[in-house]
């Protein structure tokens, strides 16, 4: 079974990783419904996908509601059919120490980075159930299993999700499903854009690569455990980080 | 218009895979009929798609056998 003509979910696709796996995945055949926090940016998801030839178009989403996920999921399968790759991409960081972490940085990234997982996993498992097949891909961190310096709130949602991507495997194996989560290193997107020149030069020292990965080389990754040569593969983090977190 | 109780095992049938003519209303779907809890839950999905209802968690867990998923039916039209 490929996945040409199959309905491929990407949250936060508007640009960095997202972009590129729903692109990697429209390149496979799949049908892909992008999604964005913003009208503006839903339609430069349609907009992105035509240009490149691929089938499908951008939805306005907000993975922190379960209301948006609901609508979004039922306007796919409306639309297209009940998506059976799910892409779980959108995230945030709110970085601080913790002794001055907020409250309210605390919550919000556990609900955008983990709480959504639940929420969009919920929503698209009965179609993935009645199919007898299902692709969910997460993506995680390498700070999931590394730590990192102010990021106690983002370290903990993406070993959270860890967790989540390996009980969701086990409970949903008998029904082809398979679950597994991509744990990227230093990525050159917006989100490492803003890192300051100094830190940027230390971090390159602890990267056996020697370089920031690119969006295309996560999504390689992603498209990869989507695919049905990865159809044996569940539970699983692929590490893909140049290097700086062999074990 | 088939009868509720042919539509219940009709989806019972779909759902776990037996055929109908081994279903009776007597079959319990884990001891009979070889439902994982999986099962059961998808079982539950289905009958509400099918009578357009919604079944809450403490009586899903009531309905352990065919004529209890017709018994529920019958009573919530
Ligand atoms: N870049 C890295 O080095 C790196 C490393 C490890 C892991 N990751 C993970 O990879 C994923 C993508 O990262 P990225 O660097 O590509 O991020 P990015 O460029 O900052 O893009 C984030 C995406 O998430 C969407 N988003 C944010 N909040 C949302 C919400 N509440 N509801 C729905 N969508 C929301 C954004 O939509 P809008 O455009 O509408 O704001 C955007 O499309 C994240 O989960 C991140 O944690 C990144």
């Keep these: ?247 | 218009m088939s009868t509720i109780e042919e539509r219940v095992k009709k989806i019972v049938s779909e759902q776990l895979g037996v055929k109908e003519e081994e279903i009776t209303n007597a079959s319990s779907f884990v001891d009979d009929l070889g439902a994982d809890s999986l099962d059961t839950v998808e079982l539950v999905m289905a009958l509400e798609e099918e009578f357009e209802t919604e079944i809450p968690d403490e009586e899903a867990e009531k309905i352990t056998t065919v004529q209890e998923a017709i018994d529920y039916v019958v009573s919530h039209q």
Excluded at chain 1, 53 to 67: I, R
Excluded at chain 1, 153 to 159: C, D, G, I, P
């Design chain 1, 1 to 247: 079974m490929s996945i040409e003509g199959k309905v491929a979910l990407v949250t936060g696709a508007s640009r960095g990783i997202g972009r590129a796996t729903a692109y990697a995945l429209g390149k496979m055949g799949a049908i892909v419904v992008g999604t964005a926090t913003s009208e503006s940016g839903a339609q430069s998801i349609s907009e992105g996908l035509a240009e490149q030839g691929y089938k499908g178009k951008g939805y306005v989403l907000n993975v922190t509601s379960q209301e948006s996920v609901d609508s979004v999921v039922k306007a796919i399968t409306e639309e297209f059919s009940a998506p059976l790759i799910v892409i779980n991409n959108a995230g945030i960081t709110q970085d601080n120490l913790l002794m001055r972490m907020k409250e309210d940085e605390w919550d919000s990234v556990i609900d955008t980075n983990l709480k959504s997982v639940y929420r969009i996993a919920k929503a698209t498992m009965r179609g993935m159930t009645k199919a007898r097949w299902g692709r969910i891909v997460n993506i995680s961190s390498v700070v999931a299993t590394m730590g990192n310096m102010g990021q106690s709130n983002y370290a903990a949602a993406k070993a959270g999700m860890e967790g989540f991507t390996r009980a969701m495997a086990r409970e949903v194996a008998s029904r082809n499903i398979t679950v597994n989560a991509v744990a990227p290193g230093f990525i050159a997107t917006d989100m490492t854009h803003a890192l300051p020149e100094e830190q940027h030069k230390a971090l390159l020292t602890q990267i056996p690569l020697a370089r920031l990965g690119q969006p295309e080389e996560i999504a390689n990754a992603v498209a990869f455990l989507a695919s049905e040569g990865a159809s044996y593969i569940t539970g699983e983090t692929l590490q893909v980080n140049g290097g700086m977190n062999m074990r």
